[in-house]
Structure formats: structure tokens, C-alpha cells
């Protein structure tokens, strides 16, 4: 018996399922089993694992997955510093956040390549799963916290740009479908590896629909192993016009598209970037298949209320919201993305729902699905040890107890 063979008997829940007497064995960074508890004390060599004490009524999860998420603890990812960045991610990790996105914010030209040049570091280091571009291909109407300044239509020489600066590590980009171009970069980023993301947008309908049914052949043909075929949709609601009933607007035709299955939807449901009414209505209209919960989280995440900075806009973040200080927008979340699930509990939704949402489905999105946000032989021990009333007690992160 050796130190690097664990096993915990608790509630396994993972890809829609509940184990209620489970076992869950890591041995080294790998998941060794993950099932019923007799089946793993008939195996011959059980007694070669230790016990790993939980408290009673303990629930195991997967480490949960952001594809969303622009810093924590004084680190903005959209001006990243090496020791920010790492206290940062130390952070997120011990919260939950054992897979995650960084997110770039519209800047300078110059200082999103240079913080993609950055972020490439860690994501080679395995310590993030790649970047996030939220623009600059935005909507000036709908750009929320987003500078105005740097917004522009469509440039395939700034992506090229902005790919090769990132090393490969570019994974998703967020564009407003309205804009002249927009086929051009869909075609461009799918050309890369890189999930278009349609968001902050002023487009009608059918805009939206066209440009979610485009998206979704491109990935369709790109014909890569492991690669989504599905485009997202950045932050639902938020940095669109709202629903209305003669202009249903990007909001109606996001929703008809993920509940066929063609497109995700982000949910930022922190209880103040969405109702947990509207979070409900979301999970029961397109159901959690469909439904990546992410945090939008900055700077302030872990800290207290003050002032911050999301990459060239200065943030007042008072009870917890972030907002521009010079308009009041909404300037993402302070939310890790344990408590947007335990948000998303409390809305009247089954944990099995809200897991599924923030482990399978980011993993599949980003070519993971063999790798994290499930429970499985084989699998990276990315392991959550929630109480009875799901705060967090104890985190794995590849076998590592954090």
C-alpha cells in the first residue's frame, strides 16, 4: 500500500448519473475506479488502497470546467503577470476550477498578443486548457464592458496574428455575427481549431440562426478527431438585446438552436448576471445536454469589494458585483464556478443537471472528453469532495490533493 493509491466511498455523481454507495480509487494521477462500493471490494487488490476519510454524506464530483473566466485573486488575464497569473490559477484550482479557459477582454491589438504570448505559457505548462478571445469582433451597441475603442469588424490578419502568438492554444473566440466578415472568420477560426462563440451582438433572428447553422456545418466538415461540432453561444442574454415577442432578436434563435442540440449556451448563473428563475427556464427549455455553465469571473473573485481593472477598463466591484466605473455595466462575475453550481442547485435544478453542465460538456466543447469532467477508469483524478450541503471540503487535482 502506498500514498499514491486512495480510495473514497461516498456519492459519485458524474455524466447525469448518482452512484449513492460509490467508491472512487486514484492511484498516482488517474482515476482507478469509479463505481459501487462492493464491486470495488471484490476487486483482488482493494485492500491496496487506502482509506481517504470524508465527512458523512459526502458527494464526489468531477473538477469542474470554465471556459469563461478572466482572472481571480488581483490577476487580470487580459494583462497577465507571471506571479498573478499562478496565484491566480492556485486559487481557481483549489476552488473546483481544476480545467479552465483564460479569457482575453477587446484590447490594444498589441497587448492581446502579448498577453496570448503569456497565457501560451501556462497552457503549455497544463496548468490552464487554453485561451479564450472574447473579441474584438464585437458589437459597439452590445460591447457591455468591452472598450469600444478596439472594436472593429472581422480582421483575418489580426487572428493570424493572435493564433500564432497564442501557440496553438487559442480554443475559442467570441464574434458578433452581424458584422461584414463574419462567414470569413467563422471559416478562419474553425480553419485553426478554434470554436467560433457567437455573443455580444445586436443581430436579428435570423442573423443568429444563419450564423449558429454556418458555425455548425464548418465544424461539421473540418473533420477533426476529437473536435467540437458544436458552436457556443457566449453568455446568453447578456451583451444582447432582450427577448421580445415581434423581435425575438439572438436571444429566441440561441434558444431554438441548442434545443435542437446544435449550439451550447453559456449561463452565467451567479444570481446577478441572471435570475435563477431565468437559469430554471433555461435547463428546462434546452436541457442541461446543451448548457455550459461558466463564471465570467475577474479580478475580484476571491478578494473583497474594491477597485479593479478588466483589461483596459477600470471595474468598482461593491456587494460583490463588478461594474464599469464609468457606466455601471456589468463587468463579469467575483463567482467561482462551484458556487454558480451550487446557484444553479438552489434554483430548482438536480445537481446531476448542474454537474453535467460544467464538467461534460466544457470537456467535449474543448477535446477533452477522454481526458477530464467525468468520473471514469482512466480518467485525470480531477476530484471534488463536497459536504452534504455541497460546500467544498477537500480538492484533487490530477491525483494531487490541493
Known amino acids: ?18 452512484v449513492t454507495d460509490g467508491a472512487l480509487a486514484i492511484e498516482d494521477d488517474r482515476i482507478a475506479f469509479a463505481g459501487n462500493r ?12 487506502a482509506v481517504h476519510p470524508v465527512p458523512e454524506g459526502a458527494v464526489l464530483i468531477p473538477g469542474l470546467i470554465d471556459l469563461h473566466c478572466h482572472g481571480a485573486m488581483g490577476a487580470d488575464f487580459a ?13 481557481l484550482h483549489k476552488a473546483g476550477t481544476t480545467t479552465l479557459l483564460a479569457s482575453l477582454v477587446t484590447a490594444d491589438r498589441g497587448a492581446m498578443v502579448e498577453a496570448a504570448e503569456i497565457l501560451a505559457e501556462f497552457a503549455e505548462a497544463g496548468l490552464i486548457a487554453g485561451i479564450h ?27 493570424d496574428e493572435l493564433f500564432a502568438a497564442s501557440r496553438g492554444q487559442l480554443r475559442t473566440m467570441t464574434y458578433a455575427p452581424e458584422l461584414e466578415g463574419s462567414e470569413e472568420l467563422i471559416s478562419q477560426l474553425v480553419s485553426y481549431g478554434v470554436v467560433p462563440s457567437l455573443g455580444h451582438t445586436n443581430a436579428t433572428a435570423a442573423q443568429t440562426s444563419d450564423s449558429l447553422l ?5 465544424l461539421r466538415s473540418a473533420g477533426v478527431d476529437g473536435f467540437t461540432e458544436k458552436p457556443t453561444v457566449t453568455h446568453l442574454f447578456n451583451g ?5 415577442h415581434r423581435e425575438p432578436g439572438p436571444v429566441a434563435a440561441c434558444l431554438e438552436t441548442a434545443q435542437r442540440g446544435d449550439a451550447y449556451i453559456e449561463l452565467i448563473g451567479d444570481g446577478v448576471h441572471l435570475s435563477p428563475d431565468t437559469v430554471r427556464l433555461m435547463f428546462n427549455l434546452v436541457r442541461a445536454r446543451s448548457i455550459l455553465l461558466v463564471s465570467d469571473s475577474m479580478a475580484a473573485t476571491g478578494l473583497a469589494d474594491g477597485s479593479y481593472s478588466l483589461g483596459p477598463q477600470d471595474v468598482t466591484v461593491a456587494d ?7 457606466d455601471g455595466s456589468l463587468a463579469g462575475g467575483t463567482a467561482t464556478l462551484l458556487q454558480i453550481v451550487r446557484e444553479t442547485v438552489a434554483a430548482g435544478i438536480p445537481l446531476v443537471q448542474a454537474v453535467y453542465a460544467a464538467t461534460v460538456n466544457p470537456a467535449s466543447l474543448i477535446g477533452l472528453a477522454d481526458e477530464v469532467g467525468s468520473l471514469h477508469y482512466g480518467f485525470a483524478a480531477d476530484v471534488l469532495v463536497l459536504d452534504s450541503q455541497l460546500q467544498l471540503v477537500e480538492t484533487f487535482r490530477k491525483g494531487q490533493l490541493l
Do not use: I, N, W
Open 133 to 159: 478571445a472574447e473579441g474584438p469582433f464585437l458589437s459597439e451597441a452590445r460591447c457591455g464592458a468591452q472598450d469600444p475603442r478596439f472594436l472593429s469588424d472581422p480582421q483575418p490578419e489580426f487572428v
Open 240 to 244: 444582447m438585446p432582450p427577448l421580445h
Open 79 to 91: 494583462a497577465p503577470e507571471h506571479q498573478s497569473v499562478t496565484e491566480a490559477l492556485d486559487y
Open 214 to 218: 454556418f458555425a455548425r456545418e464548418q
Open 1 to 18: 500500500m502506498t500514498a499514491s493509491r486512495l480510495v473514497l466511498f461516498a456519492t459519485l455523481v458524474s455524466d447525469g448519473m448518482k
Open 320 to 326: 460583490g458585483q463588478a461594474r464599469l466605473a464609468k
Open 38 to 49: 462492493d464491486d470495488f471490494l471484490a476487486k483482488e487488490d482493494a485492500d491496496q488502497f
